[in-house]
């Protein structure tokens, strides 16, 4: 689910479109369009899949100066897996970065939720 890409603006809170823009047989370049807050923008991410591991995402392009990403997959049981996200970023606009540290917990949990939800 969370390599989905494709589908991610229909469940995915602040994600207006997404796609993948080319696929590999270890990664991805994917691209997504968000509103955060009325700040409307794209970020394009190189994703290196390890199925049922871990998904890398590497900034590639987009409102960032930086941006690198993980999704980490735990295995807890057959009918458990317990699912985390890290990221470290800056951003190139300040009013941006005020926006988006201002909202970033509160965000950043319901993007987790949403994939939880899917999954």
């Known amino acids: 689910m969370i390599s989905d890409v494709d589908k991610y603006h229909i469940f995915l809170p602040f994600c207006e479109s997404s796609k993948i823009i080319s696929h590999h047989q270890d990664y991805m370049i994917a691209q997504l369009a968000f509103d955060f807050y009325g700040f409307k923008n794209s970020l394009t991410t190189k994703n290196i899949v390890k199925q049922n ?16 990403a993980v999704w980490l997959f735990e295995v807890i049981s057959s009918q458990s897996t317990q699912l985390d996200f890290k990221m470290d970023y800056k951003l190139n606009n300040p009013l941006l970065e005020f926006a988006f540290k201002k909202n970033l917990n509160s965000a950043s949990d319901m993007i987790v939720n949403a994939f939880k939800e899917k999954l």
């Open 53 to 68: 591991r871990y998904i890398n995402m590497s900034f590639q392009n987009g409102p960032f100066k930086s941006f690198d």
